[in-house]
């Protein structure tokens, strides 16, 4: 579970549930000082984003991917917007949703901002509170659209990595504060250099035998 100092949290858990979208700090990990990705070249790691929430304006929406893609490109990762629903299967499946969708999938925490449900291997479906998302950047005064582009970037690791990813500082930890969000505003909440190196082995891993077409 991620918290911030004030009270709002996202939980982080993997439970044994499929999820389909028709069925609903140093230089960082890979960068060098000059922000350039260095070490094994770049991987393209397929994300599909759907909206049913129907309340965040484009502009919130696209500004997440923004932030979320850059992010990755820190630790050497091209993120590549799958735009065709068809195109879910053997993508990242990311769902914004209303706050009520909590309850129907049963998350206990009523302060959750985002959580991945599915198996013991890599995959299942993200789901973003968006409501919640947006209540919590107003509270700590971060841009909405960054909040949502950092809990996907941190779900998108679950999703790929299983279970327990969390670490101790960064983009991982389990309990946001002031200062993770401080970093959030700048652009600077990023994965640890061990964290992106996992992440980037396992989307290579996941392309070469087939489960994700970049």
Not at 153 to 179: V, Y
Request: hydrophobic letters at 45%; glycine letters at 10%.
């Amino acid at each position: 579970m991620v918290r911030s100092a004030r009270g709002f949290a996202f939980l982080l858990l993997l439970f044994l549930e499929p999820c389909f979208p028709g069925a609903a700090t140093s230089a960082p990990a890979g960068q060098a000082e000059n922000g350039r990705a260095v070490g094994p070249s770049r991987v393209s790691l397929p994300v599909w984003l759907g909206n049913q929430a129907g309340s965040p304006p484009p502009n919130i929406v696209n500004g997440a991917r923004r932030y979320m893609s850059r992010i990755f490109e820190k630790i050497g990762v091209q993120v590549v917007w799958a735009e065709d629903p068809k195109a879910a299967p053997q993508s990242v499946v990311a769902l914004i949703v209303p706050d009520a969708r909590a309850a129907a999938l049963r998350i206990a925490d009523t302060e959750a901002l985002a959580v991945t449900l599915g198996d013991e291997r890599p995959g299942g479906c993200v789901y973003l509170f968006f409501g919640r998302v947006e209540r919590t950047a107003a509270q700590h005064r971060v841009d909405t659209s960054f909040v949502l582009g950092s809990a996907q970037a941190h779900e998108t690791a679950h999703f790929l990595l299983h279970g327990n990813a969390h670490g101790r500082s960064g983009l991982m930890r389990a309990s946001w504060g002031d200062q993770e969000f401080r970093l959030m505003r700048g652009g600077m909440l990023l994965f640890s250099r061990g964290e992106g190196e996992a992440i980037r082995d396992q989307t290579r891993t996941l392309t070469a035998d087939g489960r994700m077409a970049p």
